[in-house]
């Protein structure tokens, strides 16, 4: 009999390569684009009013919402810190309950 916990680790793997494939796949047309956005702004003024940065900041916030999330980066609120706060509640839960009287 297999484990089905090796199955279970090879889905996540693929999954997690995955979302690592897209985040480099999303950084690629970032550059490109804000390359040719770049390139745009110095053709039309001379960077004389970098409008180029706006569209890079923009889309610069969600490449590294993105990147969080491919490489998971949790700052703190990631699986376990939600189970450690869903037990939390429902022990302050259980606890009013046992308080009241009924």
């Known amino acids: 009999m297999e484990n089905p ?10 999954e997690r390569v995955a ?3 897209k985040f480099y796949t999303s950084l690629f047309f970032y550059v490109v684009f804000i ?3 770049a390139g745009l ?5 001379r960077l004389r009013n970098p409008w180029f940065l706006w569209a890079a900041l923009g889309w610069g916030i969600g490449i590294i919402f993105h990147a969080f999330k491919a490489f998971r980066f949790n700052l703190g ?3 376990d ?3 450690r706060k869903l037990k939390q509640y429902m022990e ?5 309950k046992g ?3 009924n």
């Open 19 to 21: 979302a690592i494939k």
């Open 35 to 37: 390359g040719f956005l």
């Open 41 to 45: 702004n110095f053709y039309i003024d």
């Open 99 to 101: 308080n009241r009287w």
């Open 5 to 14: 916990n090796k199955d279970n680790r090879y889905f996540e793997a693929k």
């Open 77 to 79: 609120f990631g699986k």
């Open 81 to 83: 810190w939600e189970d």
């Open 92 to 96: 302050e839960e259980d606890r009013k």
